[in-house]
């Protein structure tokens, strides 16, 4: 009896372990199909062919450029009432039209106003690559017959400060629609770049496909939500200049704008070249005429020459807010420097904040600075500036900020046998934040193109 009992209870746990190790090896086939769901398609998520993958391509392309050449004031009503524009029919699902024209859930957004780092965007163009408009479209997954592409539109959009916007703009607060009451000067209107990004779905209708939903990336549910001018996590700041190198590293791709930022390297080189080459004598008669009237200090920068290149070019916009534009200290004036020298080169690096009205850049060097006449004492300085250009055929400083004077103390190295030298920066001095034209800080953000100069 206890043998067969012995033989039963053998029997039971062999089979108990069985299934637990199918369940084990279950659960993990299933883990494993999930963890590798974002990646690898499955069997019904097969990637369309490639002849399907470019007529998809063209066709969010040419809904792209058709929803881009209206705007933004335009599509408040359809924002509004959820109707979708007849130009854009064509492009459209039947079952979307039919389902969700006239309905302000329906899943196509249209171009909006969005406000970003103080400023709102009120109308739109699109970038091109020689006439080609800078749409990248990517297969996602393809579901059910439903096939998701991600689609990145670059733009350059058109914006205003938001004090501005609200000035000229009507909220009407149930929709989270606008109206314009007032027209806005030209010369009020700024530029910058951006790329927006949306979630694009398709169906095959007639054997072609047409899109069922163009929603922006980050989608917020309900409309009036969605609709909310500050929502704009679909859409990120691009480089106003595009500073991309050739593959040899030879040049630029963009020659257009590298012959930009060259000349207005040039720009920034020339002042500072002025700058650093006044001796005391001439600091101090500067800095005096600063200290007594806009129209002499106008005058002795003329004379000295600080304000025109090599070309006898002017290279500065000096008016009667100096103080405010050029201040004593970005001068480089203060009553405790008589000479600097420079060592190394400039670093010029084009602020985020750049755009088409406000043209920042970041300047860094190294110089050596002796604070009386005669003295054999020099101290090393790292200096950080903030400076302004203007737009147009003719390029000059408008503003300049010294953001840090920071002392370079050269210590001896530990690990060196007292012959080596290694050098750290003292804590640095109160700090100037640079803003765009809403007032917004960039100082924190030094990404950005830079080159070093002689």
């Known amino acids: 009896m206890n043998k067969k009992l012995a033989t039963v209870m053998a029997v039971y746990l062999m089979t108990a372990v069985l299934i637990s190790g199918c369940s084990a090896s279950g659960d993990v086939q299933v883990a494993g199909n999930s963890s590798q769901s974002s990646s690898t398609p ?32 335009n599509y408040q009503k359809n924002l509004s009432t959820g109707s979708i524009p007849e130009d854009l029919k064509s492009f459209i699902a039947k079952r979307a039209v039919e389902e969700g024209n006239n309905n302000v859930e329906v899943g196509l957004n249209f171009p909006r106003f969005v406000g970003m780092n103080g400023v709102t965007m009120v109308s739109y163009k699109l970038l091109t690559d020689e006439k080609e408009p800078q749409i990248d479209s990517t297969f996602i997954e393809n579901m059910d017959g439903t096939v998701l592409y991600f689609v990145k539109v670059n733009l350059l959009a058109s914006c205003i400060p938001d004090s501005l916007f609200d000035a000229h703009f009507t909220l009407d607060p149930d929709t989270n629609t606008y109206q314009k009451t007032s027209d806005i000067a030209a010369e009020q209107v700024d530029s910058i770049k951006v790329q927006a990004k949306y979630d694009v779905e398709l ?15 980050s989608f917020t549910p309900g409309a009036k939500t969605r ?27 963009n020659k257009k704008d590298s012959e930009i930022y060259k000349g207005e390297c040039a720009v920034i080189t020339s002042f500072f070249d002025n700058i650093l080459s006044m001796d005391g004598e001439r600091r101090t008669l500067l800095s005096g005429s600063w200290d007594d009237s806009y129209s002499k200090f106008c005058l002795l920068a003329e004379t000295i020459g600080i304000n025109k290149d090599k070309d006898k070019n002017e290279i500065l916009l000096i008016d009667d807010k100096y103080k405010e ?26 602020h985020p904040a750049y755009s088409k009205l406000n043209r920042w850049y970041m300047v860094s060097f190294n110089g050596t600075v002796k604070k009386s006449i005669g003295s054999a004492y020099a101290q090393d300085y790292a200096f950080d500036f903030f400076i302004k250009l203007t737009e ?16 370079v103390v050269k210590t001896e190295s530990k690990e060196a046998a007292g012959s080596t030298e290694s050098t750290k920066t003292a804590a ?27």
């Open 325 to 350: 534009t050029f201040p004593k200290e970005a001068l480089l004036l203060q009553n405790s420097v008589m000479s600097i020298k420079k060592t190394g080169d400039y670093t010029i690096t084009m």
């Open 42 to 73: 499955k069997a019904s998520q097969t990637a369309v062919g490639k002849q399907e993958d470019t007529e998809i391509k063209k066709l969010i392309s040419d809904y792209f450029v058709k929803l881009y050449s209206g705007y933004a004031l």
């Open 392 to 407: 147009g055929k003719t390029t000059r400083i408008s503003n300049v900020k010294l953001n840090r004077m920071t002392p």
């Open 227 to 253: 609709l909310f001018r500050y929502n704009n996590d679909f859409i990120t700041r691009l480089p106003y200049l595009e500073l991309e190198q050739s593959e040899d590293k030879t040049g630029f791709v």
């Open 428 to 454: 640095a001095s109160d700090s100037t934040a640079v803003s765009d034209s809403s007032g917004s800080s960039q100082a924190d953000n030094t990404a950005g193109n830079s080159v070093d100069v002689q």
């Open 203 to 217: 169906v095959k209708e007639g054997g072609e496909y047409k899109i069922i939903r163009a929603r922006e990336s």
